[in-house]
Each structure stands twice: as structure tokens, then as C-alpha cells.
């Protein structure tokens, strides 16, 4: 039996560590590698059946707690993907998703809602965006710029993490 997390908390604290990352696996009961399930970005609960109660619990020992989010991708079996399919930079077919264009204040209004969901209903201390370097046009890129706000990647992205910041804070 291995021991959960959360037992193993106070050990770690012992041993000098104040964070701890939860890294990919948290949001999908999918074993398989890939990103194929990202982009609805909830909770499994076979994994995780309390997160609160997680997050209280590693609080309680005094570790702060990030969850990770791979911001850039919505993958194929994901119900996001129906709704932002026509907003991607790229296919990334190896992993099964699309990258998510942040040109479209849709796209980024989706995304930090997301977040700032997770760190007012769980109480996590912050968050690791991964990917951010995944955010670049291709051929596959989007040209719809009557309803994007921005036609810069660079600035989409930046407006995106900037959003994110002040709605965080």
C-alpha cells in the first residue's frame, strides 16, 4: 500500500520542503501519456476525492501547495475542445491536443477563470503554467482576427498571464 501524499507531508517538512507541486495526473483518470483529456480541468475524484480536505491537511503541516495546469493545450476527448477547435495556433497530434490561441479573449477569459476557481474553491497557494512556450502560429493558426483582440501572440499571451495575475490577486 503505497502511503498517500498527505502522510507523507509532515516528513517532508522535517526535511526542509515548504511547497510542493502537484503535478500532471490530478485532473484525469487516464493512464495513457499525452494530453488527449486537457482542457475541462476537473477534478479526478478517484484520485483526489476531497481536494479541500488535501489541501487543508498539507496547509495543517505548514506546506504551501501549486497545482500544475498545461495552459497552452485542450485536448481531443476534452468538451472544451468542441467549443475552442476553431481557436488553436496548432494541432499537436503526438499528444492528442490542440494549442489553445490566445489572441481570443474567449480563450483567455476560459483559462483564468479556470485558475482562479481552483485557488478560491481549494485554497492553493499558487500555480505552475506549464507550456507557456508552446504558445506560436503555424500553419494551422487561426486568421479570424475580426474577433481577436490582439493579432500578436506575444501580446495574447501576455495579456493572458497579466489577467490571470490581477484576477489572482
Given at each position: 500500500r503505497h502511503a498517500p501524499v498527505t502522510e507523507l507531508v509532515s516528513l517532508?517538512?522535517?526535511?526542509?520542503?515548504?511547497?510542493?507541486?502537484?503535478?500532471?495526473?490530478?485532473?484525469?483518470?487516464?493512464?495513457?501519456?499525452?494530453?488527449?483529456?486537457?482542457g475541462d480541468w476537473e477534478l479526478a475524484r478517484t484520485k483526489i476525492p476531497d481536494m479541500r480536505e488535501v489541501v487543508d491537511r498539507v496547509h495543517a503541516e505548514g506546506v504551501k501547495l501549486i497545482l500544475w495546469f498545461s495552459v497552452p493545450f485542450v485536448g481531443k476527448y476534452s468538451r472544451a475542445f468542441e467549443r475552442f477547435k476553431d481557436m488553436c495556433l496548432k494541432k499537436r497530434e503526438h499528444i492528442g491536443a490542440s494549442v489553445l490561441d490566445p489572441r481570443y479573449k474567449e480563450v483567455r477569459d476560459f483559462l483564468v477563470d479556470?485558475?482562479?476557481?481552483?485557488?478560491?474553491?481549494?485554497?492553493?497557494?499558487?500555480?505552475k503554467l506549464d507550456f507557456i512556450d508552446s504558445f506560436s502560429l503555424s500553419e494551422d493558426s487561426s486568421t479570424d482576427y475580426e474577433n481577436m483582440d490582439t493579432v500578436s501572440v506575444e501580446e495574447g499571451l501576455q495579456r493572458l498571464l497579466s489577467e490571470a495575475m490581477e484576477k489572482l490577486k
Open positions: 517532508a517538512k522535517e526535511l526542509g520542503m515548504e511547497s510542493i507541486i502537484v503535478d500532471d495526473g490530478w485532473r484525469t483518470d487516464n493512464l495513457g501519456r499525452g494530453y488527449a483529456y486537457c479556470i485558475y482562479t476557481g481552483y485557488v478560491k474553491e481549494y485554497g492553493w497557494d499558487g500555480l
